[in-house]
């Protein structure tokens, strides 16, 4: 598992296999992580986005298996936690 710093891109490559990003436990308001694939592996090797707190409201990880697919993570409160969204 990969735990990137708050406000960074973290570029991530599936080829050899799944990858496993932590969202970060310290972080503020408007905090994000943008994730950027390498390859076009997801749907081969996907990738898991890990938190302890929500993502959206729901304390879940998240699987991506869409080739290509771009994210932003912003942190917005303690009740929705992380919300993500397509970049």
Known sequence: PYTPDANTI?????TDGPVTINL?????PDD???IIPL???Y?????TIHTTEPISGVV??????????????RRIDDT???????A
């Open 80 to 86: 929705y936690g992380w919300l993500l969204a397509r």
């Open 10 to 14: 973290a570029y991530v490559d599936t």
């Open 60 to 73: 879940e990880d998240v699987l991506v298996s869409v080739d290509n697919l771009s994210i932003d993570c």
């Open 43 to 47: 749907s081969l090797h996907p990738l």
């Open 32 to 34: 994000v992580i943008s």
């Open 24 to 28: 970060p436990l310290l972080h503020a």
């Open 39 to 41: 390859a076009a592996t």
